[in-house]
């Protein structure tokens, strides 16, 4: 009973979250709403016994990416509203039809497949954490270590991307001045 | 009132549903990106709760592996969409246009 109340009102609220997300023409609102629906999707790893991903998705999300989305805002024109597209009738149907055939297929696949096993399955007496971490340095410690080699990747990428020339703004400057400042750079390159 | 696994798996569904609505409906990048995050979560509801459901961790493990994926996609998209602004003065997909044969 406690289980199906939680359940209803966390999908309620993550789905008028993420639909406030998609809807709305201002772009704090739709940054604001995004962060609440990641925290409310969180309380449903903790009604699923995932206790570690519910924190982790707290963490990154709401703490990583979000504060990320949040600085990177500052460099775009936010108070502008964010304009509408009305694109192709026909890749808009054709896209609806593949979301119907995607909603049968999800909820078909686990009624047809009733005699699958669990591969990994839940170590008992034993927190969620510490399966977690059992699991993830014997069996997916590869995965792990690649997955830790991109982060660094996408790190070094943003430095290297928003971090050029953060004191001269290239939008305010003519073409001429912006074509001055590639041949310096050039020339530094050359030299 | 069990709340079984379908009625994750329908969550999950109107979430991508949702997620998708933004996808093609919006123009500004910025907006795409957030459109991309509620896709990227609805799939790992979607499998928390076959993890739970069925037993097994290995569910867990795709999830976490996919919000790995997602922070590094946003610390590289969000890289390259400053040095556009910076560029060019908008985020709208439509002035894109410059590798169009």
Known sequence: MFEAVAFYLFAFLTIAMFFITVTTSQALYALTALAAGMIFISAFFFILGADFLGAVQIVVYSGAVMALYAFGMMFFDTTRDVKEKHGNKLIVSGLSILVAVLVVVIIAAPIVSTNMSASYPMTEGVGNTQEVGMVLFTKYLVPFEVAAVMLLVAMIAGIVLAGKKMDLSLTLMSDDDVRQVKEEENKKVLS | ?101
């Open chain 2, 1 to 101: 009132m069990e709340i079984t696994l379908n009625h994750y798996l329908v969550l999950s569904t109107i979430l991508f549903a949702i997620g998708l609505v933004g996808v093609m409906r919006r123009k500004n990048l910025l907006m795409l990106f957030f459109a991309t995050e509620i896709l990227l979560n609805s799939v790992n509801i979607a499998f928390a709760a076959i993890s739970h459901f069925y037993g097994d961790l290995t569910g867990q493990m795709f999830a976490f592996f996919v919000i790995a994926i997602a922070a590094s996609e946003v610390a590289v998209g969000l890289g390259l969409l400053i040095v556009w602004h910076k560029r060019h003065g908008n985020i709208d997909l439509d002035t894109m246009s410059t590798m169009r044969g």
